[in-house]
């Protein structure tokens, strides 16, 4: 690995090149995003590969919503639904994956079904098991920020920064190593409407931490409560976050619409990144 680049599985990337983009594949039948329009194997292979010829860096695979009030599906059903998706797409792309879990179980059968990368929403602060998964498996991992409730008047940026050093910690003491770690801020969940403008308005604080940053903004309930538009009418609102969002020198936007968010990516790249796009 030479200086300064990271590895996320398959990827290896440097940041501050090139924003790099991860396409979403729900194969769950409440998404709030896209309405379970992907939730059988076949459908959740072919969505995949579509992203991926639209020109998605990563694949990123879940199997539970994470939507707030959500609940909980049994361990065999997430896996069940995830693990053929996941085998699925690397028969036929070579794509880093990744798998959006809080479950350890199902984190280690995706890696070894040829994931690459674990997406955890809860920054390896759910189950201790997850960063020792992560770990022995060499996984990448993307840490978010999370809470189990939104508390408004706390300092949201403040929360975030001793979030990140504890699941840093945890990260550490696993073995697993800062050139594989990416964190998100975890826009829209555990945050006030307010908090989450604060947070997008102060994105480049986080680079305190000198890792990647991944944002996903992606259709988020902020953009309607903005704009009034549905779930399903948010690309606008959604590229123009992910636009600013790589002005403030964040690394990999998460997305549901692929192509849209490359060729935006290009033209933010090249006006804020000196043209390496």
Known sequence: MSPGERVLGRLRFRPGERTLVMGVVNVTPDSFSDGGRFATTETAVAQGLLLAEHGADILDVGGESS?????????????DRVVPVITGLRRRTERPISIDTVKPEVADAALEAGADIVNDIWGLQDDPRMAEVAARRGAGLVAMHNRHEADPAMDIMADMAAFFERTLALADRAGIVRERIVLDPGIGFGKSFEQ??????RLGELRRFGLPILLGTSRKSFIGRIT??????????????????????????????????????????????????
Do not use: F
């Open 196 to 201: 989450n403008l604060i947070v997008l308005a």
């Open 67 to 79: 939507r707030p009030g959500h609940t909980r599906i049994p361990l065999r059903d997430e896996m």
């Open 228 to 277: 009034g538009a549905p779930a399903t009418d948010r690309l606008a609102g959604t590229v123009a976050s992910c636009a600013l969002g790589v002005a403030a020198g964040i690394d990999i936007v998460r997305v549901h619409d692929v192509r849209e968010h490359v060729q935006a990516c290009q033209v933010a790249d090249a006006i804020c990144r000196g043209g390496h796009a």
